[in-house]
């Protein structure tokens, strides 16, 4: 199979015509010439005729490369379900007021409550007192 020599970097259709008039109708027959005998032709120095054999050899070599041989199918991976992310629990603050979170409290902040619902039982106890002794008088 020969590849056209306007594929080569640099040859245009006249230039083609030139090349085609001295006996190269490939991209294979350029590549497998000299410098001399591609200077001969018009419009090829030294430096254009490596230039082109080389443009030349590099198609040729990505041509003749064979296609890759098919890998064999491998067998499906098992998908597995992911799972959610759990959140961060933070504490988030909106408009400077602070928006509570929903760990549980703390054993220190249920004594806390604990001593004040004590404390707030008492004091009604007293006023409760207070109350029926003022009202004895």
Known sequence: MS???????GIGP???KALR?????SAEKIAASDVASLSAVAGFGP??????????KKLVAQTKKKPAKKA????KKKI???KPKKKAKAKKKAKGKSVK????PSKKKAVKKAKS???SKKSAKKKGKRSSASEAY
């Open 117 to 119: 619902k004590k404390k």
């Open 72 to 75: 064999k199918a491998k067998p």
């Open 101 to 104: 979170s929903t760990k549980k």
């Open 80 to 82: 597995s379900k992911a």
């Open 47 to 56: 430096v254009r005729a490596r230039a082109t054999i080389a443009a030349a």
């Open 14 to 16: 006249s230039t083609s």
């Open 3 to 9: 590849t056209k020599i306007t594929y080569i970097a």
């Open 21 to 25: 008039a001295k006996g190269f109708r």
